[in-house]
């Protein structure tokens, strides 16, 4: 959404506390649309008969029937295995099974309480009466509430959370204008967004009935069929239209909210580290456009101990995205046959329950145009080929910021193309095609180089769990499947649809990735270099000459193009020798090993690339590419800047950002607001770019920008991180 129009938005819309969100109708709300799990068969039986009887059926991993979309859960963080206490005053208990189901009722958020404001709410709010740890709000997304929620009144939250600063402030202190209601409606906000309350709507309410839940996907991890896996710390808490567009609505989903049916042996929470990580990359992502899932709210659990490689403590991220569909929900309906299996299980396939996904998929979510839904048109090549289109899109971005994921399992693959599930994650520093950002990659399968190929791996995925219904499709005319449209079908048939379904659209699929993603990073790297025109040898003359410099002088990948944001075709002039050989310099210090470099061969590569490189700017001079422009210099290089960010979310950053908060969050969590200004404006000169001032000589907080931009520390560079969170 345009930012201007977001902010008009955000200034004429009735703001509402989190209890009143309004709900979508029915027909936008994906569990009213798939099937649940039979266990939890809808909100009235999940409130009056699971939460009171049976809550261990949340909290067991099990397999859910093979029908199943999803299950409701309700969040409940806790230390995982259970530390159940004995009766006090101590007593015989006859029913151990019935005990521990008390103990974990009474933990349930399923007490009504008051909401904060006296606006009629939308769902109905539910507290635990024996639960109530320490919740402290340490993150929110400003530009997640501009875009995404702009309706959300968040009370007194930012002034709670004080003034973004990396420098310690030095300042008088201003006595709140906070008022009660403001603290009433953050407070709400906390609660829910934590996961200590819970909204829920019965059957019998006014409005669509509701309450959380958890999605059943599975995946191939690393190459393998893993099997189930779903949301094992995911929990779904509510949905919500734009106040500007009834049409798209927004999931909000808690990260570390505690176990589900698909935790396996895990926890189902998750470490201030990896939330932080999370965090502020969905927002950097966002800034550079980059496809990606939101990021609104941090809350730190300071007394909810967790284990990982150390004792850490509990945070709970909450995420914003249209959808979180993956290719594994597809999967996870029609598993792959004869696959080695390594993992907890897999259901049968239930093809019903393929064509119930796919088709809320593709009229809800994608709103595949180009399907006549009225006459019965086929729409499972098209869902195939626009989830490709999408996700090449995604990878080709990737590609052109240097944006490494680590995890490319089917799982992580977003149906809508977003960016999701971010782990081990890096933005490149020294420039090497060859990195590996997750230390727990042996075999460098994610790296860099192949996240364009682990696309394709993750597209034939879906095709292959699509392929009974592609074939079934061409069978009766390319046109839609319907209701119970594999019921009666013998199973050399489904072989037969299957065979068909994978090889009539594997060729044009493939084409698709190849040549979208090849067109989009050309048409990236070509605004990068402030470029316009698309010229098909830019690849083989301008672009890899330049990588293949970068990575055989070690050269720091972001601060190259930004230095070249700079550059412009004057300096080739013979009068200018000086200034081109301060240029390069410039250029050149974005090493971290300058010793080894010899400087007088280097500086020759680069006088020959920028000597083409100018040529080709210089072809655009007079063009009809920058005919608006007054002055084309000046417009080519703003251009250029705006393409090139001066803060990148480095891993020293993040790293030495997470022990300040780990430390002291009333100082760390005005550094994380600081931290995710910058990364919410990566093209701002922070730092006082360009100003030759010596640094002892810049105000600290200046300082600190500057020092946020550099390269960091020589020992942190091509750091790979932990999948553990």
Not at 129 to 145: F, P, Q, Y
Not at 150 to 173: C, N, Q, R, S, T
Not at 391 to 405: C, E, L, S
Not at 433 to 458: F, L
Request: with cysteine; glycine share 6%.
């Amino acid at each position: 959404m345009n930012v201007l129009r977001a902010r008009f938005i955000m200034a004429n819309f009735c703001k509402v506390p989190i209890s009143s969100l309004p709900l979508p109708p029915s027909s936008h709300i994906v569990t009213h649309n798939l099937t649940p799990d039979p266990v939890t068969p809808s909100p009235a039986e999940f409130f009056s008969h699971v939460l009171p009887n049976k809550p261990s059926l949340q909290r067991r991993a099990r397999l859910l029937s093979k029908e199943a979309h999803f299950s409701y859960v309700n969040p409940m963080p806790l230390e995982f295995p259970y530390e159940i206490t004995p009766p006090d005053p101590p007593a015989v208990i006859e029913d151990k099974a019935g005990y521990i189901e008390q103990w974990l009722s009474e933990r349930e958020a399923r007490h009504p309480s008051p909401v904060s404001s006296q606006i009629q709410p939308s769902l109905s709010k539910y507290t635990s009466k024996l639960r109530d740890r320490k919740r402290e709000l340490i993150g929110l997304s400003e530009t997640c509430l501009r875009d995404c929620l702009p309706h959300l009144d968040i009370g007194d939250a930012f002034e709670v959370l004080g003034k973004p600063a990396l420098a310690p402030l030095i300042e008088e202190e201003v006595a709140s204008t906070s008022s009660p209601e403001a603290e009433a409606i953050r407070q709400e906000l906390v609660d829910v967004l934590s996961g200590h309350a819970v909204l829920m709507a019965s059957e019998s309410s006014s409005g669509p009935s509701f309450a959380p839940w958890s999605a059943r996907y599975s995946g191939h991890q690393f190459g393998v069929w893993a099997g189930q896996l779903g949301d094992g710390r995911a929990i779904s808490i509510h949905v919500t239209p734009h106040p500007g567009d009834a049409e798209t609505t927004y999931e909000l989903q808690l990260k570390g909210a505690g176990r589900t049916p698909f935790s396996r042996t895990a926890d189902g929470l998750a470490v201030l580290r990896s939330s932080i990580r999370e965090y502020l990359c969905s927002e950097a992502m966002y800034a550079l456009s980059i496809p990606t899932t939101r990021s609104l709210s941090l809350i730190s659990l300071p007394d909810l101990p967790v284990i990982r490689e150390r004792t850490e403590t509990a945070c709970i991220f909450t995420r914003v995205a249209e959808t979180f569909i993956r290719i594994g929900n597809f999967e996870a309906l029609s598993p792959p046959s004869n696959s080695f299996f390594l993992g907890g299980g897999q259901q049968d396939a239930d093809y019903e329950a393929l064509r119930q996904l796919g088709e809320w998929t593709a009229r809800r979510v994608l709103k595949l145009e180009g399907v006549d839904w009225e006459a019965g048109d086929a729409w499972g090549k098209e869902l195939l080929f626009d989830v490709a289109r999408r996700n090449a899109r995604m990878v080709a971005a990737w590609q052109a910021y240097g944006f490494m994921h680590g995890v490319m399992n089917t799982d992580n693959i977003s149906i809508l193309g977003l960016t999701i599930d971010y782990g081990p994650y890096a933005f490149m520093d020294v420039f090497d095609s060859y990195h590996i950002c997750n230390h727990s990659d042996g075999e460098g399968r994610y790296a860099y180089k192949y996240q364009p190929n682990m696309i394709v791996y993750a597209c034939r995925a879906l095709l292959d769990a699509l392929s009974p219904l592609i074939g079934a499709e061409a069978a009766q005319g390319n046109k839609a499947v319907q209701p119970g449209w594999a019921s009666s079908a013998t199973p050399e048939t489904l072989v037969s649809w299957r065979t068909v379904g994978k090889h009539l659209p594997k060729v044009e699929m493939e084409q698709i990735l190849e040549e979208t993603c090849a067109t989009e990073y050309a048409n990236l790297i070509r605004k990068r270099l402030g470029l316009r025109r698309q010229e098909k040898t830019d690849q083989r003359e301008i672009v890899q000459p330049l990588l293949d410099m970068m990575e055989a002088q070690r050269l720091d990948f972001h601060g190259t193009f930004r230095r070249l944001a700079f550059f412009h075709t004057g300096m080739m002039k013979e009068d200018n020798s000086e200034r081109m050989e301060t240029f390069i310099k410039g250029i050149l210090s974005g090493t971290p090993d300058p010793d080894r470099m010899d400087h007088g061969k280097v500086t020759e590569e680069w006088m020959a690339w920028l000597d083409k490189y100018s040529a080709r700017i210089e072809s655009e001079r007079h063009g009809e590419e920058w005919a608006s422009e007054a002055d084309f210099d000046s417009a080519r290089q703003d251009a250029a800047k705006s393409a090139n960010p001066r803060f990148v979310l480095r891993q020293w950053v993040l790293e030495e950002l997470i022990k300040k908060v780990e430390g002291d969050h009333d100082s760390g969590k005005r550094i994380l607001a600081k931290v995710m200004q910058m990364a919410c404006k990566p093209f701002e000169p922070w730092g006082a770019e360009g100003d030759d001032t010596p640094n002892d000589d810049l105000p600290a907080e200046i300082r600190e920008e500057r020092r946020l931009c550099g390269l960091g520390d020589k020992r942190l560079l091509g750091f790979q991180c932990s999948c553990s969170s």
